[in-house]
């Protein structure tokens, strides 16, 4: 594989694992539990609560700190005055 290519690689994976950790941080925060890994995606659950309503406020709540954390990381990639490509 070309240095390059390489260089690229490595760097894709240090992001991977970055935003990985910050969503499994998050998760257990919210007392969710990591199902599995599938690719770029992580399937997750909650334990059921009495009032349905609740539940889906709560997954709700938890999609809305990833995509928070998401973005607020994705803002820092890009100020970065070292990227990766």
């Given at each position: 594989m070309p240095p390059r290519l390489l260089t690229l690689a490595k760097n894709l994976t240090i992001i991977i694992n970055k935003f990985f950790t910050q969503m499994l941080e998050i998760l257990a925060n919210r007392d969710g539990t990591r199902l599995k890994f599938a690719?770029?995606?992580?399937?997750a659950f909650f334990l059921a609560?009495?009032?349905?309503?609740?539940?889906?406020?709560?997954?709700?709540?938890?999609m809305s700190q990833f995509q928070l954390r998401n973005q607020a990381t994705?803002?820092?990639?890009?100020?970065?005055?070292?990227?990766?490509w």
């Open positions: 690719s770029d995606a992580l399937l609560r009495d009032d349905w309503t609740l539940n889906v406020g709560y997954v709700v709540r938890t994705e803002e820092a990639v890009y100020r970065s005055p070292a990227r990766i």
